[in-house]
């Protein structure tokens, strides 16, 4: 595997897998009481410049269960917030952490901090993608459905960062999504030429188009996510009326397969891009993929740090 995790496109098929695989070993572990400790004296750095539940409470608890422990660093408190640079950041904690995540805006900014940290580094969010969410989102979907082949994934809504990196990893892993957005909220468009590069070789069936119900249509798993993201805040007015038609609600699914799974990275808005009696429903796992990044975090972390053996 890559020194970093900073996008899925950087892994190999094999590689995705093997982290599938490893993140329900360590679940079944922790599940059964097991005095499993692999990152025994390993501190994660987390660098927070915007907000988290999930995350945060995944990375840090997940650390702790395995031995490890973690060291929250948000902007507002440490001298990235007041200007010293990322790359000097970059430099500094990775002095006294052994591994760092951290969730920013610009890809280019976690590239930046990669190439300058002398540790591994892993992507918790940032504009253009969310890896760590789509590694706990198939694992999720391997739990629930048994596999991943053979199913048709759909992702409607904004074409934002967890848009693209459904995109990369049904690229990587040669998977069949269909992605319908608005055509002014489309994905990212090198992403979606890495997407079709890639695909060529793994023989992935990827769709774009703006109609949901052709998304829809015979998908085994429904995906959505917010229409505003975190730092769009002044262009939530004009998002919301252009996706008001991809809300996930009650007419859309009887387009899907009966049985279902709807998906949501959290936090989600009853009432916009999913109906409450959806996300509600018993179609919902959202609770599970929720849970299950601890697991497959852990994962990334343990094959970063040489500790999967
Ligand atoms: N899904 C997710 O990353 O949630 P948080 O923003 O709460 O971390
Ligand atoms: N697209 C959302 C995902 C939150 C986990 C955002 O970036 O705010």
């Known amino acids: 595997m890559a020194k970093h995790c900073l996008s899925l496109a950087d892994l190999k098929k094999e590689d995705i897998l093997n982290l599938i695989e490893l993140a329900g070993i360590i679940k079944a572990k922790i599940k059964n009481g097991e005095d499993y400790k692999p990152l025994r004296g390993t501190i994660l750095g987390m660098i927070f410049e915007k907000s988290s539940t999930r995350t945060r409470l995944s990375f840090e608890a997940g650390m702790k269960r395995l031995g490890g422990d973690a060291v929250f660093l948000s902007n507002r408190d440490i001298q990235l917030g007041r200007g010293e ?10 002095r006294y952490v052994d591994i760092i995540m951290i969730r920013t805006y610009e890809h280019a900014r976690l590239e930046l901090f990669a190439k300058y940290s002398t540790v591994p580094v892993i992507n918790a969010l940032t504009d253009l993608l969310h890896p760590c969410q789509v590694l706990s989102d198939l694992f999720t979907i391997k739990e629930r459905l048994g596999s991943l082949n053979n199913i048709k994934i759909a992702y409607v809504g904004d074409g934002n960062n967890m848009a693209n990196s459904w995109l990369l990893a049904a690229a990587v892993l040669g998977l069949n999504l269909s992605v319908a957005t608005p055509k ?18 793994s023989k992935a069936h990827i769709t774009i188009t703006d109609n949901p119900v052709e998304a829809v249509k015979g998908a085994k798993v429904i995906y959505t996510d917010v229409w505003a993201s975190m730092g769009e805040e002044s262009q939530k007015e004009k998002k919301h009326a252009l996706l008001r038609p991809y809300q996930v609600n009650r007419e859309l699914v009887k387009y899907a397969d009966k049985d279902f799974i709807f998906m949501h990275c959290l936090p989600a808005h009853r009432g916009e891009e999913v109906e409450a009696e959806i996300i509600d429903s018993e179609h919902s796992v959202v609770w599970d993929e929720a849970e299950n990044r601890t697991y497959a975090q852990l994962a990334v972390i343990l094959k970063l740090m040489g500790r999967d053996k």
């Open 85 to 94: 640079t990322i790359e000097d950041t970059a430099r500094v904690v990775s």
């Open 184 to 201: 002014d909220c489309s994905v990212n468009g090198s992403v979606l030429s890495e997407a079709v590069k890639l695909s060529k070789e």
